[in-house]
């Protein structure tokens, strides 16, 4: 049963941030996904800010989270795979959770002059999670070896891990002008495959064939 829920909490996580990020674009005149930040959807002084952050990005970050501590639990063979799993729930599943709770500031520039706490702590958390979330995914890549029936899995996931890694150095060393967003959505894109990828996998009956 924990196979389920674990498989059902990733895809309505990825349905709950990908939604958000639609619904909110919306809402801002001339908002660009290739350009803006998903963060900026939901920054404080936009009009749904609220409802946003505690109806799309939080229940996202909480699923997100019960995802990954459930997988944790079934799929934990070798040690590496419940190692990789517990680290992405911290910091990908809370890490989006703390991004409800601490939005940026209005046009969600890093380098404001005078930022709020909040707007601190949205980007120290939004920082970590980059940081970390490639090598959980790469972890887990190197246990779904071990998991019977796993198909592509592995490779999928060693990818999406690589690319994330990709992305979060030209975020952070080579950032483009007018493709932030995009860099971004490369990113996040990256890790919603994986627990989609995941999600299938503890979905189907071969994700019972492992031993815990």
């Not at 709950?16 to 801002?28: D, K, N, R, S, T």
């Not at 809370?94 to 890093?110: E, I, M």
């Not at 592995?154 to 932030?180: E, N, R, Y």
Request: include cysteine; charge should be positive; proline fraction near 5%.
């Amino acid at each position: 049963m924990r196979y389920k829920i674990a498989g059902w909490a990733g895809l309505l996580g990825v349905l709950f941030f990908v939604g958000e990020a639609i619904v909110g674009g919306l809402q801002i005149e001339n908002y660009s996904h290739a350009r803006q930040f998903i963060s900026e959807t939901y920054a404080s002084g936009t009009p749904w800010s609220d409802m946003l952050r505690f109806s799309g990005v939080l229940p996202a970050g909480v699923l997100f989270t019960v995802f990954a501590f459930l997988s944790a639990s079934k799929l934990s063979v070798p040690r590496r795979g419940m190692i990789g799993f517990i680290a992405f729930g911290v910091f990908y599943g809370l890490g989006t959770v703390a991004a409800a709770f601490f939005p940026c500031d209005f046009g969600c520039d890093p380098g404001q002059a005078d930022p709020t706490i909040s707007h601190i702590l949205h980007f120290a958390s939004g920082t970590l999670t980059y940081l970390f979330t490639p090598f959980c995914l790469v972890l887990i890549g190197v246990a779904a070896e071990k998991w019977p029936n796993a198909s592509a899995l592995p490779k999928t996931l060693l990818v999406c891990g690589a690319i994330m890694f990709a992305g979060v150095l030209v975020l952070f060393l080579f950032p483009v002008d007018g493709l932030l967003g995009l860099n971004q959505r490369i990113i996040e894109g990256a890790a919603l495959v994986s627990i989609v990828r995941c999600s299938q996998y503890l979905l189907s009956r071969k994700a019972s064939m492992v031993p815990v």
